[in-house]
């Protein structure tokens, strides 16, 4: 049922060999989960592995929200004061962490992973029903984007649903020990995937336009 905690470092390493070169924060999160994970099965032993992957993945969230909470700040202040947007940062930020300390159960954190999905597709689905284009602006600031935010926008909406789906189906289809490879390499799934569908807009966009 579980892998060695050499298998999965070597497993975790080995899906990287072929990728271009990201930022080295996608990965740490994920090394985070997959080291302290082992570590605490064998501390708390094996009655407590509910205890140990709640402990482990709260860690690595932690490690992941903290990492963006600068630029989850800088986004929100583009649609609320500043007071506003420390609120709504802290609270997003601090109400998961807060909700996995209570609780010993991995389908929690499996769950919450999904939650994030269904809040963050909210949001843009919400732009696209008021025909606005705030949130994928702060986003993609850069002036050369403004054209393609409309298209951006509803992108958004189905990348993070699709995420949604994959990871609800990760959840039913893997033992939980193994959903934490998947959301250990989550990050670099995503930023690959986000970066082939925002080249789809702006191809797709430039071919109306010729």
Known sequence: MYRSPLDLVRLFLSLFQDLPPLSRSLYLPGAVLL????????????????????????????????????????????????????????????????????????????RMQSLFYVVIAGVFLQDVLNKRVSTAASFWPDEEMREHLPNLTRMMVVYNFGFLLLNETMIRAVEPSHWLLFWAVLPIIGHTVLRAMVLTVINLDAGREA
């Open 35 to 110: 080291v302290g994970y082992p570590v605490l099965s064998v501390l708390l032993g094996p009655d407590s592995s509910g205890q140990a992957f709640a402990t482990a993945f709260l860690m690595a969230l932690a490690v992941r929200i903290g990492m963006g909470f600068e630029g989850m700040v800088r986004r929100m202040l583009t649609r609320y004061s500043p007071t506003q947007a420390v609120i709504f940062a802290l609270l997003f930020a601090g109400l998961p962490l807060a909700v996995l300390a209570l609780v010993d159960d991995p389908l929690w954190c499996q």
